[in-house]
T-cell receptor
Framework: DADVTQTPRNRITKTGKRIMLECSQT?????MYWYRQDPGLGLRLIYY???????NKGEISDGYSVSRQAQAKFSLSLESAIPNQTALYFC????????????FGDGTRLSIL | GQNIDQPTEMTATEGAIVQINCTYQ??????LFWYQQHAGEAPTFLSY????GLEEKGRFSSFLSRSKGYSYLLLKELQMKDSASYLC???????????FGAGTTVTVRA
């Protein structure tokens, strides 16, 4: 079983719809992150959380919100989806030491028509 | 903001060596990571450098020069399965965020 699980893996929806992407982890990490990946732009940080009561904006948080329901769960919401939010979304986790890498889920491919 | 540059694409022959360069200009430095990402899949961790010098892990090596703001990833004895995108990421401040370069797509030809 994957250590970092994202659901759904693929989603096609229409402009204006509310969408939630979910991430759960069994690694026991406190730190969780949401990124989006677009061709030629690399991974860009949307939101991150260092523990259950901690939520921080990343570089491109406009149009998104998050919820850290438990140590193991971090969800990303698009309140009113727009076509330029079409992208590949990744959840990641990391342990508490600076030299520890982030571990990524398999991604959610989101298309907004 | 953070500025991390790497070439967009590289092509090499099976069995050869390829060097992927990464230059960075960031506010502070607390380590540099290299990730491998096959098309449509999750990035996976390859290497970490925080001190100057070379780190070797099997066929892959990574080098860092902090004074030059420069790193490279060296892939030796290339195999077809090494065809992937390679991402350079810098931990700029004393927290846990990473800033990523756009990635270098390496194509290995037979």
């Amino acid at each position: 079983d994957a250590d970092v699980t994202q659901t759904p893996r693929n989603r096609i929806t229409k402009t204006g719809k509310r969408i939630m992407l979910e991430c759960s982890q069994t690694k026991g990490h406190d730190r969780m992150y949401w990124y989006r990946q677009d061709p030629g732009l690399g991974l860009r940080l949307i939101y991150y959380s260092f523990d259950v009561k901690d939520i921080n904006k990343g570089e491109i948080s406009d149009g998104y919100s998050v919820s850290r329901q438990a140590q193991a769960k971090f969800s990303l919401s698009l309140e009113s989806a727009i076509p330029n939010q079409t992208a590949l979304y990744f959840c990641a986790t990391s342990a508490g030491q600076l030299d520890q890498p982030q571990h990524f889920g398999d991604g959610t491919r989101l298309s907004i028509l | 903001g953070q500025n991390i540059d790497q070439p967009t694409e590289m092509t090499a022959t099976e069995g050869a060596i390829v060097q992927i360069n990464c230059t960075y200009q960031t506010s502070g430095f607390n380590g540099l990571f290299w990730y491998q990402q096959h098309a449509g899949e999750a990035p996976t961790f390859l290497s970490y450098n925080v001190l100057d010098g070379l780190e070797e892990k099997g066929r892959f090596s990574s080098f860092l020069s902090r004074s030059k703001g420069y790193s490279y990833l060296l892939l030796k004895e290339l195999q077809m399965k090494d065809s992937a995108s390679y991402l350079c990421a810098v931990k700029a401040t004393n927290d846990y965020k990473l800033s990523f370069g756009a990635g270098t797509t390496v194509t290995v030809r037979a």
